[in-house]
């Protein structure tokens, strides 16, 4: 099956950890993207990645870190320096990065920090 | 900045009616506008893509509109059905971006 997988689903973790969420895909996709979704927002943009070895900030970057060493990995690093990382986190990725491509995206991501 | 709001956060209606949802837009009118749904706990899924010299956009029981003049795109649900119970969310495409609005929810009743 082609896809995007997300792991784990849940994850808690104690206040001042630094926590790495898995994102994977096996869909030959250039672009990928990690978004942040609070109860009544929208989904924010953390990173977006256009391909391999290159990546730039979203809308909300500040206290994340990524990666993009394959095409078909991108983890989001939360580190300690985020203010409130407790969120629903979702990975997504499209064919090339263009204004017309559709995201797919995965099931997600429920990070507690307790 | 480019805004996208909805302006409704929740929506009832009753089965067999039509659900019609608003996404308004700020600043300059953006080329494309996608629309996804959302299950509780799941990612979004995506739905339809309207370009700007586009008026109406048809997917089986769905409908978009998108008018530049009033900068707005209209998301309709015809002959709904529980099944339709969902968030659905309006997206703008920023060069490699999407921004999305924060998105309207939709219970259908039997």
């Known amino acids: 099956d082609g896809g995007i997988t997300q792991s784990p689903k849940y994850l808690f973790r104690k206040e001042g950890q630094n926590v790495t969420l898995s994102c994977e895909q096996n869909l030959n996709h250039d672009a990928m993207y990690w978004y942040r979704q609070d109860p009544g927002q929208g989904l924010r943009l953390i990173y977006y990645?256009?391909?391999?070895?290159?990546?730039q900030k979203g809308d909300i970057a500040e206290g994340y870190s990524v990666s993009r060493e394959k095409k078909e990995s991108f983890p989001l690093t939360v580190t300690s320096a985020q203010k409130n990382p407790t969120a629903f986190y979702l990975c997504?990725?499209?064919?090339?990065?263009?204004?017309?491509?559709?995201?797919?995206f995965g099931p997600g991501t429920r990070l507690t920090v307790l | 900045s480019q805004k996208i709001e909805q302006n409704s956060e929740a929506l009832n209606i009753q089965e067999g009616k039509t659900a019609t949802l608003t996404c308004n837009y700020t600043n300059y009118s953006p080329a494309y506008l996608q629309w996804y749904r959302q299950d509780p706990g799941r990612g979004p899924v995506f739905l339809l893509l309207?370009?700007?010299?586009?008026k109406e956009k048809r997917k089986e029981r769905l409908k978009v509109t998108f008018d530049t003049t009033l900068k707005q795109s209209l998301f309709h649900i015809t002959a709904s059905q529980p099944a339709d119970s969902a968030t659905y969310l309006c997206?703008?495409?920023?060069?490699?971006?999407?921004?999305f609005g924060a998105g309207t929810t939709v219970t259908v009743r039997a």
């Open positions: 309207i370009r700007e010299n586009e």
């Open positions: 990645s256009q391909i391999v070895n290159d990546f």
């Open positions: 997504a990725s499209s064919i090339a990065g263009q204004r017309t491509d559709t995201q797919y």
């Open positions: 997206a703008r495409a920023n060069d490699y971006k999407l921004s």
